[in-house]
């Protein structure tokens, strides 16, 4: 049996990470486990390339809710990456920290050790962020931009703001959120720049990293209270790996609680249901499921050209040429090219909305397909939602997908934030700034004004926006999945590393975070490792 000091589990965001982190030192071996593919589309390099990449299932999991009543008994849509470098592959490179007193809470909730002031090191540390002040990374791995294309309703938008009373904020991971202005992403010279750039590539080439793709991790294996290794599929044959020091799931909020219920580790009851024999008791494997929630306000526009019309005949033929030759152009957009982080209530603190302006609508979002007249939305989400909902599995089957109940809305205070949130974007864009380019609201319309009637077009129209996390919560508690340095509680040997170990939801998009948790999660390993005299 093959035996390396570390098995990584997954092959996505934190697992890249955790792949370059543990080892550079060259005093340990790591092998990485990764079910999908090499990210070998011509799409991944092309920003705009993301809409092409969310409907393949080559690179996405195509992952679904089931039918809930607080959004209408829809089925929604959870895109995970699939394939070596997981969600950066496909996901929209916007890059956004959070606010210090997202940390601050996690720490007030029993992640010790994962205050402001404890993770911003790892921040500057991974990111190479040229225009930002002092407190951002210049060095790291990961290259991350402004959105470089201008146009004039997007100005426009801005100059509404500030006539609306708000600030603009040309750095919201600089001193303060608050305010507008144009995304960061994680791009480099126009061309999408993922984990598989800045962190697994420059790792490749070392003797002690073992990387195998299209192999599908079946189970974890636990053998007296402590877990020795895991068991994958590779080519249609079960092979079994010895981890000499720890196993670490890295498989991200949807399937490392699948995994590990697969191994007989979650909640009893559950398992003996399936027919799975109980390993591990751990009830709330799959549990404090969070993600954010948005709606999308469309309006139609004139005077001005929009993707609607750049993207389409023509005119794409000319911005694909355009792309190919300078990097620049239409091409090198993603999901978001204004930012607004606003307070709903004068008396708060920090931001508690997030808005992502396009100049573009869609005439059927779920497949990416652009109206084919001028227009521009808005997409609105509650920063912090504190309603929870469950990832668990409902086969005993590895290759079936798990059972995703987002609870989405439940709480009365994420109804609130989204309608305020809603209401205010609309009054933004009735200022007179903005007055020669809009010609009317698509989505929801006028008939919508009451509290009720917004929140009957969120429950009805409302998606995911891919941040799923907590399904493992890190904290002190019994309830506790794993302790504050990420250690499976009651198992030894075992940890997680993704976003499954989120308290709490950040205050924004969550690749950045992610990041940072697989990146202070490899110094904790490696920290335990010498504590231990391990040197490989």
């Given at each position: 049996m093959e035996s390396y000091d570390y098995v990584i589990v997954g092959g996505g965001t934190?697992?890249?990470?955790?792949?370059n982190r543990l080892t550079a030192d060259g005093q340990h071996t790591v092998l990485m486990l990764e079910a999908g593919g090499e990210p070998n589309s011509m799409w991944i390099k092309i920003p705009a390339g993301f809409t092409?990449?969310?409907?393949?299932?080559?690179?996405?999991w195509c992952f679904e809710t089931e039918p809930e009543s607080n959004t209408r008994d829809r089925v929604i849509a959870i895109p995970r990456g699939k394939g070596l470098g997981g969600s950066s592959l496909i996901n929209g490179m916007i890059y956004v920290q959070g606010q210090p007193q997202d940390y601050?809470?996690?720490?007030?909730?029993?992640?010790t050790g994962w205050s402001a002031h404890d993770v911003a090191p790892y921040f500057t540390k991974m990111e190479s962020y040229m225009a930002g002040g002092s407190r951002r990374g210049k060095s790291g791995p990961m290259r991350i931009a402004q959105v470089a294309e201008r146009y004039p309703i997007a100005h426009a938008l801005l100059q509404a703001a500030v006539e609306d009373g708000q600030q603009l904020n040309d750095d919201y991971n600089g001193e303060r959120q608050e305010g507008f202005g144009y995304y960061q992403v994680a791009q480099q010279g126009g061309q999408r720049w993922s984990v598989v750039d800045g962190y697994l590539n420059p790792a490749r080439q070392r003797k002690n990293l073992t990387v195998r793709s299209g192999a599908h991790v079946l189970k974890v294996?636990?053998?007296?209270g402590r877990c020795t290794g895991v068991t994958y599929r590779l080519g249609g044959r079960e092979v079994s790996v010895a981890a000499g020091r720890e196993v670490i799931m890295a498989a991200g909020a949807v399937q490392t609680p699948q995994i590990l219920e697969l191994s007989g580790i979650g909640n009893p009851e559950l398992l003996h249901r399936l027919g799975i024999a109980v390993v591990h008791a751990a009830p709330q494997v799959g549990e404090n499921y969070i993600d954010h929630f948005a709606t999308r306000l469309n309006w139609r526009v004139r005077n001005t050209q929009t993707l609607n019309e750049l993207a389409q005949g023509w005119r794409l033929g000319q911005s694909v040429l355009e792309y190919f030759t300078r990097h620049t152009g239409i091409l090198t957009l993603g999901t978001g090219l204004v930012h607004g982080f606003v307070k709903t209530r004068a008396e708060l603190a920090t931001p508690d909305v997030q808005y992502f302006f396009m100049h573009a609508s869609y005439a059927n979002a779920a497949?990416?397909?652009?109206?084919?007249?001028?227009?521009?939305t808005i997409g609105v989400t509650g920063l912090r939602p504190t309603s929870q909902g469950s990832i668990h599995i409902k086969s005993a089957d590895p290759m079936a997908g798990p059972s995703i109940r987002p609870n989405f809305l439940a709480?009365?205070?994420?109804?609130?934030?989204?309608v305020?949130?809603?209401?205010?974007?609309r009054r933004l864009v009735s200022r007179s700034a903005l007055a020669n380019y809009i010609e009317c609201e698509m989505s929801p319309g006028d008939t919508v004004q009451t509290d009720v009637e917004w929140l009957n077009f969120a429950r009805e129209n409302g998606q995911t926006i891919y941040h799923p996390v907590g399904t493992c919560r890190m904290g002190t508690d019994a309830q506790a999945v794993v302790d504050a340095r990420l250690r499976f509680n009651g198992i030894a040997g075992l940890r997680v590393v993704d976003a499954s170990v989120m308290p709490a939801m950040v205050s924004g998009n969550t690749q950045a975070a992610v990041m940072m948790v697989a990146e202070r999660g490899a110094d904790l390993i490696?920290?335990?490792a010498i504590a231990a005299g391990v040197r490989g």
């Amino acid at each position: 049996m093959e035996s390396y000091d570390y098995v990584i589990v997954g092959g996505g965001t934190a697992a890249c990470v955790l792949a370059n982190r543990l080892t550079a030192d060259g005093q340990h071996t790591v092998l990485m486990l990764e079910a999908g593919g090499e990210p070998n589309s011509m799409w991944i390099k092309i920003p705009a390339g993301f809409t092409k990449l969310l409907n393949d299932p080559v690179y996405n999991w195509c992952f679904e809710t089931e039918p809930e009543s607080n959004t209408r008994d829809r089925v929604i849509a959870i895109p995970r990456g699939k394939g070596l470098g997981g969600s950066s592959l496909i996901n929209g490179m916007i890059y956004v920290q959070g606010q210090p007193q997202d940390y601050d809470r996690w720490d007030s909730m029993g992640a010790t050790g994962w205050s402001a002031h404890d993770v911003a090191p790892y921040f500057t540390k991974m990111e190479s962020y040229m225009a930002g002040g002092s407190r951002r990374g210049k060095s790291g791995p990961m290259r991350i931009a402004q959105v470089a294309e201008r146009y004039p309703i997007a100005h426009a938008l801005l100059q509404a703001a500030v006539e609306d009373g708000q600030q603009l904020n040309d750095d919201y991971n600089g001193e303060r959120q608050e305010g507008f202005g144009y995304y960061q992403v994680a791009q480099q010279g126009g061309q999408r720049w993922s984990v598989v750039d800045g962190y697994l590539n420059p790792a490749r080439q070392r003797k002690n990293l073992t990387v195998r793709s299209g192999a599908h991790v079946l189970k974890v294996n636990v053998q007296a209270g402590r877990c020795t290794g895991v068991t994958y599929r590779l080519g249609g044959r079960e092979v079994s790996v010895a981890a000499g020091r720890e196993v670490i799931m890295a498989a991200g909020a949807v399937q490392t609680p699948q995994i590990l219920e697969l191994s007989g580790i979650g909640n009893p009851e559950l398992l003996h249901r399936l027919g799975i024999a109980v390993v591990h008791a751990a009830p709330q494997v799959g549990e404090n499921y969070i993600d954010h929630f948005a709606t999308r306000l469309n309006w139609r526009v004139r005077n001005t050209q929009t993707l609607n019309e750049l993207a389409q005949g023509w005119r794409l033929g000319q911005s694909v040429l355009e792309y190919f030759t300078r990097h620049t152009g239409i091409l090198t957009l993603g999901t978001g090219l204004v930012h607004g982080f606003v307070k709903t209530r004068a008396e708060l603190a920090t931001p508690d909305v997030q808005y992502f302006f396009m100049h573009a609508s869609y005439a059927n979002a779920a497949i990416r397909k652009l109206d084919n007249f001028p227009g521009m939305t808005i997409g609105v989400t509650g920063l912090r939602p504190t309603s929870q909902g469950s990832i668990h599995i409902k086969s005993a089957d590895p290759m079936a997908g798990p059972s995703i109940r987002p609870n989405f809305l439940a709480n009365e205070a994420d109804r609130q934030v989204l309608v305020d949130g809603m209401k205010i974007a609309r009054r933004l864009v009735s200022r007179s700034a903005l007055a020669n380019y809009i010609e009317c609201e698509m989505s929801p319309g006028d008939t919508v004004q009451t509290d009720v009637e917004w929140l009957n077009f969120a429950r009805e129209n409302g998606q995911t926006i891919y941040h799923p996390v907590g399904t493992c919560r890190m904290g002190t508690d019994a309830q506790a999945v794993v302790d504050a340095r990420l250690r499976f509680n009651g198992i030894a040997g075992l940890r997680v590393v993704d976003a499954s170990v989120m308290p709490a939801m950040v205050s924004g998009n969550t690749q950045a975070a992610v990041m940072m948790v697989a990146e202070r999660g490899a110094d904790l390993i490696l920290q335990d490792a010498i504590a231990a005299g391990v040197r490989g």
